[in-house]
């Protein structure tokens, strides 16, 4: 079991292009997460996905998009990067709701 | 929403020493967990204990305890025989119930606490 991997480990962007950060879990987890961490500060929501075809917003959605047409699969996309979004992205995943999250290693994104 | 807050951003233990790391958090409902999280400089974000407030009863795994005192609102870690394998950021989080299988409950993280392990 390779858990939750995440690709690239690092990106440096420049304002106004785009990207998708990818995660892939191996564990059949329908819950699956999107986090970002800004310096000094803990892990805010961006966005979640119950299952396969299902997302819904998290505490920090504006300029990020995701979709999930697998069970394995949950990329994030960002559109028009900005400095705003520069930050460390953590993909997550549980198998039942309220269960555990495993978090994968985090891509660090900097759009300058 | 719910709120958490960690007011200490560093400490510092001497190796085989006892560290307390505090948290307090501020809700209005009744069920509900906490957890803590170490994140080593490698960034994994890794699951160290959780506590369900239903449970009058302290969590504890190994060298690793919690003091739960849910009407103080209040969730502090205590770590015993400190290691320098214990050096990392350490986040409290919260979670509300789960409701039904077609929803989630996202993880509201406090801002952290950077531990240092003094040889």
């Known amino acids: 079991n390779a858990g939750v991997t995440q690709t690239p480990k690092f990106r440096i962007l420049k304002i106004g292009q785009s990207m998708t950060l990818q995660c892939t879990q191996d564990m059949n987890h329908n819950y699956m997460y999107w986090y970002r961490q800004d310096p000094g500060m803990g892990l805010k929501l961006i966005y979640y996905?119950?299952?396969?075809?299902?997302?819904d917003k998290g505490e920090v959605p504006n300029g990020y998009n995701v979709s999930r047409s697998t069970t394995e699969d949950f990329p994030l996309r960002l559109e028009l990067a900005a400095p705003s979004q520069t930050s460390v992205y953590f993909c997550?995943?549980?198998?039942?709701?309220?269960?555990?999250?495993?978090f994968g290693p985090g891509t660090r994104l900097t759009v300058t | 929403a719910q709120t958490v807050t960690q007011s200490q951003p560093e400490m510092s233990v001497q190796e085989a020493e006892t560290v307390t790391l505090s948290c307090t958090y501020d809700t209005s409902e009744s069920d509900y967990y906490l957890f803590w999280y170490k994140q080593p400089p490698s960034r994994q974000m890794i699951l160290v204990i959780r506590?369900?407030?239903?449970?009058?009863q302290n969590a504890t795994e190994n060298r690793f305890s919690v003091n739960f005192q849910k009407a103080a609102k209040s969730f502090s870690l205590k770590i015993s025989d400190s290691q320098l394998g214990d050096a990392a950021m350490y986040f409290c989080a919260y979670r509300s119930p789960v409701i039904s299988s077609g929803s989630a409950r996202q993880l509201t993280f406090g801002s952290g606490t950077q531990l240092t392990v003094l040889p």
């Open positions: 996905s119950v299952g396969a075809g299902i997302t």
């Open positions: 997550a995943s549980s198998f039942v709701p309220g269960g555990e999250q495993y």
């Open positions: 506590q369900e407030a239903y449970k009058q």
